[in-house]
């Protein structure tokens, strides 16, 4: 009787394991973390950088469209610097604390990328950085105004 039982519970657990052993170690596609829209994202200290892209017809005059949350009690200078092929070009933003400040659209602060080499199409490095905290390079897509959604914010 015993040596039934043991059996019926190896089995159960061999059915167990076989039906089920596959996901154990796969990976859970919730789990990752993505953008989900067109831009790109990232995180300088107590900063967050959300959907940020260009957007221009001229690589050499592009509109940078994000939004950066300051979920901090003291306000923040953040440095965006890129290269405009033969020196750093820095410009600098004001967020408020405990604010979520959008920037590109009409009516919003604009953060205007000059002398770009890149192409529509291509990606953009931008450093972003603010006080002693290590700054992040972040590259960014470079979209056109062809898309509806797009066409007002082209510089």
Known sequence: MKSRLAASIALAAALLLATTGCTFGAEIATEKEYDPSDGVGTEVGELAVRNALL???D???LNL?????NSSDVG????VQWSDGSER???VVLISANSRTAFGGPDQPQVLVTGSTDVI???VPLFLSYGT???VELLVPVLDGSLP???LLVP
């Open 55 to 57: 957007i221009g017809d």
């Open 59 to 61: 690589p050499e005059n």
């Open 65 to 69: 469209v994000m939004t950066v949350v």
């Open 76 to 79: 923040k200078r953040l440095s």
């Open 89 to 91: 070009v820095t410009e």
């Open 121 to 123: 199409g291509g990606l």
């Open 133 to 135: 905290v290590p700054g």
């Open 149 to 151: 959604e797009y066409e």
